[in-house]
């Protein structure tokens, strides 16, 4: 057997508990548990060098995030298999079975997916397929993986260590992992990830941003790598056209490098799962980018970006800008009611600027990009019938920045569902008060027996779709032009209290 490596281990040890000044050992300590951890993977001790590696990042972290650890970070090293199971059974209990069929429904009915799609099932294969770690905000565990070889591995880089196949263990890509779970692990001691994420279910466009700022921060640390000796804040204060090249790069060069799965999945599933990642980078480093310093993201935390429209367009995040623009939320004196002895509200939500412009890009190509960027808000609420067959009406209602962005959305939205764009669009009267009265245009595609239609009037596009008769799609119409106001988003954060707390 070969002794040198286990010779150089030593004598690096050795090192680290004492023969460092005591200005430098901390540093110089973190620094050489990284050499450590590497030879236990040169040795095939995989499960000695996570725990080394996990050891050194606890110690360069703080000094990178400015931020120190308030508690102790055991990570658990389990095998893929088990990994994967942990991952399903937080699946389950984070989204039961019944959300997930709703959540499908109304994914559905929107465009966003195959009606025969098994929701949950390709979710789970998307989440277990590649998985290499994760941090429990609930439980406050960090999990990892320890692969049982090292075989044919190459040098990735970070964008296919995260969204690429894995291949064994790959020191370079599980320290990225590990770097980033930590990072995770450290916000959420300061920040409570956990009541921030409670805070805002039932609005996905606003919890995708705020994974978008979760995920970017820590994409920081796997981006500009704590490890270096030399890491400064310069690698902080990237200029504008870094980032928008890096915001480019990142959008080209992903599919190259993600799974089987990933790949076959709905366009609007793989965008939604890179987007925190790429997207958020993108946001973060436009924060850091001025000072080169992190207080812009502890500021983010305390009041986090309320749309991914704020992420697509930075500039319209920070409250003291003269872009800032947050967005509308779409609110009703009651629930626009159908008959209840008859139907049931199973979705309330938001798509949002990134949701639209998914949807609309299969149609429209590059221009759906632009048109989504005059969002300003919306709200969907998806009807079911209580008994019988399975029927689902649909009615989403969505305010823009300018009358001539609603028309252009009401258009797009009308040449993505095939609507006869040719015919003249009815007139509805919609009060105003005094002289302000104005009308809303609609038109109804053929073949819907009236049960379908689009309207829209100054700001507001309105959508009903597949209504159960011509007399509900109004009824439902005549709530969304006549019975809504549209208010600034807030969220107030409540305490959610986790399964395993910090120890007092």
Known sequence: MNQRPALRRLLLLALCCGLLTQATAAAQRSHVLVDVGDLYAEEGDYESALATWTEAYV?????????????????????????????????????????????????SQLGFIPGDLDLGALLRSMLT?????????????????????????????????????????????????LAHELLHALADQHFDLLSLTRSREGDDDASLALSALIEGEAMLAITFDPARKDFGRSGLSAPDL????????????????????????????????????????????????????????DAAYADPPLSSEQILHPEKY?????????????????????????????????????????????ALGPRSQGLAAGWDGDRYLLYSRVEGDPHTTLLWGSTWDTPQDALEFANALLEWRGFDLGADPEL??????????????????????????VAWASTEVWWVDDAASPEECNALLDAGLHKSRLAPKRFTQVRAEPKVAFPR
């Open 129 to 177: 397929e590649e998985i290499a770690g994760f941090y429990d905000p609930d439980q406050k565990q960090l999990f990892l993986i320890a692969e049982s070889s090292a075989e044919d591995n190459e040098d990735k880089g970070f964008l296919a260590s995260w969204f690429g196949p894995a291949d064994g263990f790959d020191p370079a890509e599980q320290k990225s992992v």
């Open 242 to 297: 870094l980032v928008r090249l890096a915001r480019v790069a990142l959008k080209v060069l992903a599919p190259a490098v993600s799974s089987e799965v990933f790949n076959d999945a709905p366009l609007f599933l793989r965008e939604s799962m890179m987007f925190p990642y790429m997207a958020g980078w993108s946001f973060c480093l436009s924060l850091t980018r001025e000072s080169g310093r992190w207080h812009a993201i």
């Open 318 to 362: 920070p409250r003291d800008s003269p872009d800032y623009d947050p967005p509308q939320v779409i609110l009703f004196e009651d629930p626009p009611a159908l008959d209840p002895a008859r139907w049931e509200i199973v979705e309330d939500n938001v798509v949002g600027e990134f949701g639209i412009e998914i949807l609309l890009r299969p």
């Open 59 to 107: 110690g360069l972290l703080p000094r990178f995030r400015k931020l120190p650890f308030l508690y102790p970070v055991e990570p658990r090293i389990l095998g893929r298999e088990e990994l994967g199971q942990r991952v399903l059974e937080m699946f389950a209990e984070e989204y039961p079975a019944h959300e997930v069929e709703s959540d499908a429904r109304a994914l």
């Open 428 to 453: 509805a009267f919609v009060p105003g008060a005094g002289a302000n009265q104005e009308q809303a245009q609609l038109r109804r595609p053929a073949g819907s027996e009236g049960r379908s239609a």
